[in-house]
């Protein structure tokens, strides 16, 4: 089974629509994170948790809010999705170590139309 | 801020050959992580190796090894017996380290094995 999974895999929705990604991961690791990828920008972070109780934006926040229901869960929502969050969207978890590696979930693809 | 560049956008290689991609970053800071990060197809993140900067030695995974050049901010990715499966965009990516939350990716480098 895989450490970090993402559901949906796929997910086509309309301009205005509220839609949630979820993440779950089996790790036991304190750290969640979700990230952004667009075509030739590499991945950009959208939020960041350290628990259950410590929920941070990222570098590009702006229209999109999360959830840290447990230590396994972390949810990203779009409030009103626009064509321009149309992206590949990756859940991220890492301990809380010197190291802070940082192990992917398998990743959602969102359409906006 | 940390800033990460990859400056081959594309690259191929025959099979069985060796290839290297680079990356060169920008941190004033003196202690921290670099990353090689795989995307095939399949479009997971795999991690493919990890360098600690305070570590001299280069890192090496099986055929997967880095040249890490501290003074010249530099960190890129040696394949060896380059195979088929090895065909994916890869990513470089940095940390900070000491608990740092943020991971700072280069645009990637795609790569094409040949057959």
């Known amino acids: 089974d895989a450490d970090v999974t993402q559901t949906p895999r796929n ?3 309309k301009t205005g ?3 949630m990604l979820e993440c779950s991961q089996t790790k036991g690791h304190d750290r969640m994170y979700w990230y952004r990828q667009d075509p030739g920008l590499g991945l950009r972070l959208i939020y960041y948790s350290f628990d259950v109780k410590d929920i ?3 570098e590009i926040s702006d229209g999109y809010s999360v959830s840290r229901q447990a230590q396994a ?3 990203l929502s779009l409030e009103s999705a626009i064509p321009n969050q149309t992206a590949l969207y990756f859940c991220a978890t890492s301990a809380a170590t010197h190291t802070d590696t940082q192990y992917f979930g398998p990743g959602t693809r969102l359409t906006v139309l | 801020a940390q800033t990460v560049t990859q400056s081959q956008p594309e690259m191929s290689v025959q099979e069985a050959e ?3 991609l680079s990356c060169t970053y920008d941190t004033s800071e003196s202690n921290y992580y670099l990353f090689w990060y795989k995307q095939p197809p399949s479009r997971q993140m795999i991690l493919v190796i990890r360098q600690e ?3 001299q030695q280069n890192a090496t995974e099986n055929r997967f090894s880095v040249n890490f050049q501290k003074a010249a901010k530099s960190f890129s990715l040696k394949i060896s017996d380059s195979q088929l499966g090895d065909t994916a965009m890869y990513f470089c990516a940095f940390n ?3 608990g740092s939350y943020q991971l700072t990716f280069g645009k990637g480098t795609k790569l094409s ?3």
């Open chain 2, 96 to 98: 900070s380290g000491a």
């Open chain 2, 18 to 20: 060796t290839v290297t």
């Open chain 2, 53 to 55: 900067a305070y570590k």
């Open chain 1, 73 to 75: 869960k972390f949810s």
């Open chain 1, 56 to 58: 941070n934006k990222g």
């Open chain 1, 17 to 19: 629509k509220r839609i």
């Open chain 2, 113 to 115: 094995v040949i057959p």
């Open chain 1, 11 to 13: 997910r086509i929705t």
